[in-house]
């Protein structure tokens, strides 16, 4: 089965940085998408941010210029590099991995589990 692991949230301040990790674990051959998401209490769930296995990337207006997605496709890892943090970025942040190559599925999808960011005034 895949999993997804997450880590870096936080409580950082106005202006800070964090770096969030997501790790996909088990027999993976390839992901062809990987991508950020994020809810914030009364909100619908947002694309903030998505890399393909060729490194193609996409930005949510938000973060763009603020936020930098990237991955190690030989770890099956995903990173989301946040600068300039505002409070408006607070929110649980879902990791996504679309079109998994299993030994038994060919495009699986599936999601973490969520990390807070919070952002302080």
């Known amino acids: 089965q895949v999993q997804l692991v997450e880590s870096g949230g936080g409580l950082v301040q106005a202006g800070g940085s964090l770096r969030l990790s997501c790790a996909a674990s088990?027999?993976?051959?390839?992901?062809?998408?990987m991508a950020w998401y994020r809810q914030a209490p009364g909100k619908q769930r947002e694309l903030v941010a998505t890399?393909?296995?060729?490194?193609?990337?996409n930005y949510a207006d938000s973060v763009k210029g603020r936020f930098t997605i990237s991955r190690d496709n030989a770890k099956n890892t995903v990173y989301l590099q946040m600068n300039s943090l505002k409070p408006e970025d607070t929110a649980v942040y879902y990791c996504?991995?679309?079109?998994?190559?299993?030994?038994?599925?060919?495009?699986?999808?599936?999601w973490g589990q969520g990390t807070q960011v919070t952002v302080s005034s």
């Open positions: 996504h991995a679309d079109g998994v190559r299993t030994k038994l599925i060919s495009r699986g999808a599936y």
């Open positions: 088990g027999t993976i051959f390839n992901i062809n998408a």
């Open positions: 890399v393909t296995d060729g490194g193609t990337t």
